[in-house]
């Protein structure tokens, strides 16, 4: 591992306890885009499981379902044709991804603003985020604190116009606040900031984590860690560091789809630091 210092979110990390079942460890939903755009939904959906959610449900536009139900085996897949459908096939869920090729549609828009009044947390994401371009409080305004907003620096620009002249800490921190969700500002050294003022910079990245679905990849495992009910701004903390830990751990070559089945070496290191 690198670093001298241990990370501090560990002793709240979410170990399964011997009396645990599937359930009680945290319902994750995946909400995908359209037939064609399915990827970004299953490499979430696969690091939500990795990291530790017991059980894992995409939620998939009905033209969609073929297509997935051919590429996954322990992640479920339940398809919806409206917003009303999809809260209630979020129903029981602990949290909930969604923005990730979700598509720039009135539909996204609305499908995040239903799932908002249901008891799962979010995590909203790429097109999530953009969607709102022009209209930021037609998001903020269905947001709870501990829902989580993970742009890059084009996202965050259509959320927050005026902050990037800010240092990206103070930025990140103002968004948060602005938002009244945490925000993870990602990049090289990814800013994690909550409502009521935390603010952590992660000191673990990498330059082989610039590469298509890395992202999606880490909105799912923020959402497993939620899922499995971590504090939403340790969540965060975790998955960035645990993430950024995976990709130095393989190196050139990596590809998204490598991250979740490097986790299991990174959780096993830190597990045996932790018993
Ligand atoms: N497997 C799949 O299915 C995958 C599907 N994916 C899905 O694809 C969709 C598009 O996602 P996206 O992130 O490529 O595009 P989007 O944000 O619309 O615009 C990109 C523009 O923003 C700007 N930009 C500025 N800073 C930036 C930064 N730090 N990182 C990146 N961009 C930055 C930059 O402008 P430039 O700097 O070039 O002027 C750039 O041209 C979205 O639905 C996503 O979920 C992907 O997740 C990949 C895997
Ligand atoms: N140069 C870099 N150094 C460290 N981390 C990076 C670098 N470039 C990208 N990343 C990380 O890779 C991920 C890219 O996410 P994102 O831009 O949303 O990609 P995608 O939409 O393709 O999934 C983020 O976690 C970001 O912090």
Not at 125 to 130: E, R, S
Request: net charge negative; aromatic share 6%; hydrophobic share 50%.
């Amino acid at each position: 591992m690198t670093g001298t210092l241990l990370p501090d979110w560990r002793d709240s990390f979410p170990w399964p306890g011997a009396e645990t079942h599937k359930h009680a460890r945290g319902r994750l939903g995946v909400v995908s885009g359209k037939a064609t755009q399915t990827g970004a939904a299953r490499l979430a959906a696969r690091a939500g499981l990795r990291i530790g959610a017991g059980v894992v449900r995409i939620l998939c536009p009905p033209d969609a379902a073929a297509v997935i139900a051919s590429a996954v085996e322990a992640i479920m897949l339940t398809p919806f044709g409206s917003p009303e459908a999809l809260v209630e096939a979020c129903e029981g869920m602990d949290a909930v991804v969604i923005g990730p090729a979700a598509g720039l549609t009135e539909a996204t828009r609305a499908h995040i603003r239903a799932l908002a009044v249901t008891g799962a947390a979010l995590v909203v994401d790429a097109d999530g985020l953009t969607v709102f371009e022009g209209w930021p409080e037609g998001l903020f305004e269905v947001l709870d604190r501990d829902d989580v907003l993970t742009p890059h620096e084009g996202e965050f620009k259509r959320l927050f116009p005026d902050l990037l002249e800010t240092a990206r800490e103070g930025g990140a921190a103002e968004a948060a606040r602005r938002a009244g969700a945490v925000v993870v500002l990602k990049g090289p050294a990814t800013v994690i900031a909550a409502p009521d003022g935390r603010v952590a910079v992660n000191d673990n990245g990498t330059p082989w984590l610039a590469t298509a679905g890395t992202g999606d990849v880490l909105a799912g495992m923020i959402g497993g860690l939620m899922a499995q009910r971590m504090d939403s701004f340790d969540a965060a903390r975790a998955a960035v560091w645990l993430h950024a830990e995976a990709a130095r751990g393989f190196g050139p070559g990596l590809i998204a789809e490598d991250l979740p089945e490097r986790l299991p070496s990174v959780l096993a290191a830190l597990y045996g630091e932790h018993h």
